[in-house]
């Protein structure tokens, strides 16, 4: 399947795992929309890819800008979310509200996109969830990233399920040293690309660590 004038929409487009993918997307020929907080870097992001994407300020903890958000999208081919945010420390010193933090952001934003571009998105499209590994490598001090990366998991499987012929897939991004590097951006939007094209594809979810490092 290719992206040739496809509708791609990225929420968290505008720097990292989303950026690289939201380039990836746009040099095969698709029409991608990045979506972000930051208004500025919204409009570097669309410097940097040529002034081939839209961008659109959105907040992802408010489902009201969610809503309107995709009211205006429309149709779509494929959702990708790919939203930022750490939260490490032993559980004796995370409180709730900031464990609730992450999880606005990690769950409930991918949740609440998720469910506003389902009904929305063609027959043998696909959402994209890009989350971490911490629920599948399990580390002191990680206990909320892999409570929310777990869920995330969770909702993967059930959704590739519930919403075929639309797909939807996980990539688990490894917390290794080179983290957040150009280099594994690159890699990971590569991966989140198969997600996109391939149609066997649903239902996954891939865990992509640092190669021999992280094994
Ligand atoms: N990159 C890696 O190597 C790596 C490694 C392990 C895990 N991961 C996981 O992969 C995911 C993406 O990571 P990343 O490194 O690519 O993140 P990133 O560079 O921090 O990018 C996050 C994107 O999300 C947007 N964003 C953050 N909060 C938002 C909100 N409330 N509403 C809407 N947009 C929001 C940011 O824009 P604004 O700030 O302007 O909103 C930005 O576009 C995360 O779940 C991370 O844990 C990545």
Redesign the pocket.
């Known amino acids: 399947m290719e992206l040739r004038e496809k509708r791609v929409v990225v929420?968290?487009?505008?720097?990292?795992?989303?950026?690289a993918l939201a380039s990836a997307a746009a040099r095969e020929g698709a029409k991608v929309l990045i979506?972000?907080?930051?208004v500025e870097?919204l409009a570097g992001a669309r410097e940097r890819l040529g002034g081939k994407v839209a961008t659109y300020p959105?907040?992802?903890?408010q489902e009201t800008e969610i809503e309107r958000f995709f009211s205006r999208v429309g149709t779509l081919d494929h959702l990708v979310t790919?939203?930022?945010?750490?939260l490490e420390g032993p559980i004796s010193v995370l409180s709730e509200d900031r464990v609730q933090g992450l999880f606005e952001?990690?769950f409930w934003?991918q949740h609440r996109s998720a469910r506003h571009a389902a009904p929305r998105i063609v027959s043998g499209g696909s959402i994209t969830f890009?989350?971490?590994?911490a629920a599948a490598r399990p580390a002191p001090g990680r206990s909320a990233e892999a409570a929310a990366d777990g869920a995330i998991a969770a909702l993967c499987g059930t959704l590739a399920l519930e919403l075929a012929p639309v797909r939807v897939n996980t990539l688990c991004?490894?917390?290794t040293p080179a983290?957040?590097?150009f280099r594994?951006?690159e890699e990971?939007a590569e991966a989140a690309l198969f997600f996109l094209c391939n149609s066997l594809a649903t239902g996954i979810v891939l865990p992509l660590a640092d190669g021999a490092r992280s094994v």
Do not use: P
């Open positions: 929420i968290g487009g505008s720097s990292g795992v989303g950026l979506a972000g907080r930051c870097k959105l907040d992802v903890t790919s939203l930022g945010g750490a952001k990690r934003g890009i989350s971490g590994d991004l490894g917390s983290a957040g590097s594994v951006n990971a």
